[in-house]
């Protein structure tokens, strides 16, 4: 029977780096003979990708606070029993661009909600499951969403102010402070080969663990 497969997550602000880092950590990964499943959040199944486009869609009428979460939640349910598990289980690796720590940041940050509501939800369509590896690309606000400028109409997120965003990244910190054995800050601001650099280390540390732990060459 396959060990079961490491879960990481990719988190931090708006344009930061996620999705151009990703394909680049998927490169590291699959190099190194690593079975890998890529998917995000919200998304990441047919439902999942139905719920991204309402929660980032602009509407007249808005989303109150915990509707958003719910909604945040619903996805994150299929996603994990439609093809988290599934892959993990499977002995593959999977790497989120997105997952709860984002709802800390964004729904307890951003928006207000309490750490405890999250808490409790997450624990209820969680269970047990947490991310075995949570790299945090780390950037000032202002650097991220010059990256993004000029990308076309903001999405419902994208139109927040920059306090939000200056409170998400805040909140980034606390998550990456409270649990530093699962997290790996990387300095997101610099120039992107140096950032890889960055990455290429995390690669290198997962890949050697892993080996070590399942005594493989
Ligand atoms: N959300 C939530 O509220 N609660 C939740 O629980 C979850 C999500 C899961 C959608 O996420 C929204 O969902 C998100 C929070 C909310 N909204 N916001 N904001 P998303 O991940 O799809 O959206 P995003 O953060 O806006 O992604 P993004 O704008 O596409 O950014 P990115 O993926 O981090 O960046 P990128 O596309 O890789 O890079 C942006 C540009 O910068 C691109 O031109 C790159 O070539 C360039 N780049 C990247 N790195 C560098 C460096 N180092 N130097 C120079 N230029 C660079």
């Not at 199944?45 to 915990?66: C, H, K, N, Q, Y």
């Not at 945090?136 to 990256?147: E, K, W």
Request: aromatic fraction near 6%.
């Amino acid at each position: 029977m396959n060990p079961r497969g490491l879960f990481i997550t990719v988190e931090g602000g708006e344009g930061v780096g996620k999705s151009t880092n990703i394909a680049y950590i998927r490169q590291q990964l699959e190099a190194a003979g690593t079975e890998l499943v890529v998917t995000r959040e919200p998304g990441g199944t047919p439902l999942g990708e139905e719920l991204r486009d309402v929660l980032l869609g602009v509407r007249d009428t808005g989303i109150s606070a915990m509707a958003e979460l719910l909604l945040i939640f619903a996805a994150r349910a299929q996603h994990i029993e439609e093809v988290i598990e599934p892959a993990l289980e499977a002995g593959k690796w999977v790497v989120c661009d997105r997952f709860t720590d984002a709802t800390y940041a964004y729904q307890c940050g951003g928006r207000g909600l309490s750490f405890e509501t999250v808490a409790v939800l997450e624990k209820l369509v969680q269970g047990d499951l947490l991310p075995d590896y949570t790299l945090l690309l780390d950037a000032p606000v202002d650097t991220g969403m010059s990256r993004v400028q000029g990308r076309g109409e903001p999405d419902r997120f994208e139109r927040e102010e920059l306090a939000f965003f200056e409170r998400v990244r805040g909140t980034y910190h606390q998550l990456a402070e409270a649990s530093s054995g699962r997290y790996r800050v990387i300095d997101a601001s610099q120039p992107l080969p140096a950032v890889q650099q960055q990455l290429l280390q995390v690669c290198n540390e997962l890949i050697t663990c892993w080996r070590v732990r399942h005594q493989q060459p």
